[in-house]
């Protein structure tokens, strides 16, 4: 299912101030869902021109046909989504430059919970969810090992949204270090980092104020998905890290996955 962007922001009027450069190829940013999305998209558009970002949904095999016009190279565009590895997905996307940015599974397993429990999640079958009849333990281990018929596991989403895309021409990158990277802005190692970023999406002019436009881009306030921004009103509280029977489950259910990702 397409998920609407209905984000609220100012980073279209902070995009036009800084005048970025026009892209010349297609960049397409895909991901894990509640992998961090919106952090590289919107550190991005500070980057890309307005009338080159498309923002009106994510891209997903449901709706692709719709959106093939966003990989042509006579048009380049930025676009973002969660698209399965498929002969489909891999044909449309042409010779576009893609990201794909993974997650820890230590820690996404709590942000896809934590967005089940918001308002912002609206799948009536699971509402259920944000009563406060499941705790916290029990809802975790849904996001491990999916809930039959209805969610799909964390192996499931790992393999056809990353993994299977690993050694093509996709280049990945990880949230963790992403988040390092904007935490530690004025260090060599955070410049090396967004410069060889800003190389792989095709922006290879980098700008003298490029600092300044990732600090833009990164401000949590300007993420309607960021934790602090979601709307929680379920009574379920969930810890800030998941317990170790919880990551040895993982290891269980995804043996040697976080190794592969260069998370051990």
């Known amino acids: 299912m397409a998920v609407i962007l209905r984000m609220k922001d100012t980073l279209d009027e902070d995009a036009a101030r800084f005048d970025p450069a026009p892209l010349s190829t297609p960049l397409f940013l895909n991901s894990i869902p509640k992998g961090g999305t919106h952090l590289i998209r919107n550190i991005l558009r500070m980057f890309v021109p307005v009338g080159q970002h498309y923002g009106r949904e994510f891209v997903q095999i449901p709706n692709l046909a719709q959106h093939r016009h966003l990989f042509d190279p006579a048009r380049p565009m930025m676009s973002c989504g969660h698209l399965l590895f498929s002969d489909s997905g891999v044909h449309a996307l ?38 406060g009849a499941i705790p916290a333990d029990e809802l975790i281990n849904m996001m491990i090992f999916g809930i039959h018929e209805r969610t799909p596991t964390l192996e499931d989403m ?101 190794a592969l990702l260069g998370y051990a």
């Not at 600090?215 to 810890?239: F, M």
């Open 94 to 131: 042409g010779a576009a430059r893609h990201i794909v940015l993974a997650r820890d599974p230590h820690s996404w397993v709590l942000a896809r919970a934590r967005f089940y429990l918001s308002d912002e999640f609206q799948q009536a079958n699971l509402a259920h969810l944000k009563s």
């Open 158 to 258: 790992y393999t056809h949204n990353v993994v299977a895309w690993m050694g093509t021409r996709a280049v990945l990158y990880r949230y963790e270090d992403i988040v390092a990277a904007v935490e530690d802005l004025n260090s060599k190692a955070s410049e090396v980092f967004f410069l060889r970023l800003l190389a792989d999406c095709g922006l290879e002019a980098v700008p003298a104020d490029w600092r300044e436009r990732v600090r833009v881009g990164a401000d949590k306030r300007q993420s309607r998905t960021a934790r602090q921004n979601l709307n929680v009103s379920s009574a379920v509280v969930l810890p800030d890290e998941i317990s170790e029977a919880q990551k040895k489950l993982i290891e269980f259910h995804a043996p040697g996955w976080r």
